[in-house]
């Protein structure tokens, strides 16, 4: 059985983050999302929060499963049986940082491959930093949030 890890911070997840799952669910036996937990970030939601926002949209998804950790993803992703990740390559931009975070990964666990989707064109530049900073104005989300969290989203990001 296939298994591929798509790691991230996913505070929250979006609809970019939405298209990556659904595209790499159909290519691998198992999917699991993993919410990595990043010291250096100050979210905007836990990590038990952001599963439970990952886990309410890909209820139709069989094959994907959703977890957290702060273990270092080539030993998560060892423990887990897995010998890729799946990352999405937005602009640019990404490149250079994937690409770095792809070696040394493979340098730690050279079973461990990273596999790359590029966004699609209307994600392009879609990030959930993005979305944290059009939260603050009046604006439509529509686009670039899954349907079932945009309440919980605005709620938050007007309480904090
Ligand atoms: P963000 O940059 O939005 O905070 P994450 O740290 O959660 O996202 O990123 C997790 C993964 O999802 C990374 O591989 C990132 O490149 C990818 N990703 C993020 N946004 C998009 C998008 N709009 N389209 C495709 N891939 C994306």
Request: with cysteine; proline share 4%.
């Amino acid at each position: 059985m296939k298994i591929a890890i798509y790691p991230g911070s996913f505070d929250p997840i979006t609809s970019g983050h939405l298209n990556i799952i659904r595209r790499a669910a159909n290519i691998f036996d198992k999917l699991i999302v993993c919410v990595m937990v990043n010291c250096a970030k100050s979210p905007l939601f836990t990590r038990d929060e952001r599963v439970e926002l990952i886990r309410r949209v890909i209820g139709d998804l069989p094959n994907v499963e959703v977890d957290s950790s702060d273990e270092l993803l080539a030993e998560y992703a060892k423990r887990k049986g897995s010998c890729v990740i799946v990352k999405g390559l937005r602009a640019g931009s990404d490149f250079e940082n994937e690409f770095q975070m792809a070696l040394i990964n493979h340098k730690i666990n050279p079973s461990l491959d990273t596999m790359f989707l590029t966004a699609e064109h209307q994600y392009m530049y879609l990030s959930s930093s993005t979305v944290k900073e059009l939260g603050n104005y009046n604006v439509d989300l529509s686009d670039f949030l899954p349907e079932q969290i945009i309440p919980d989203f605005k709620q938050r990001i007007t309480s904090k």
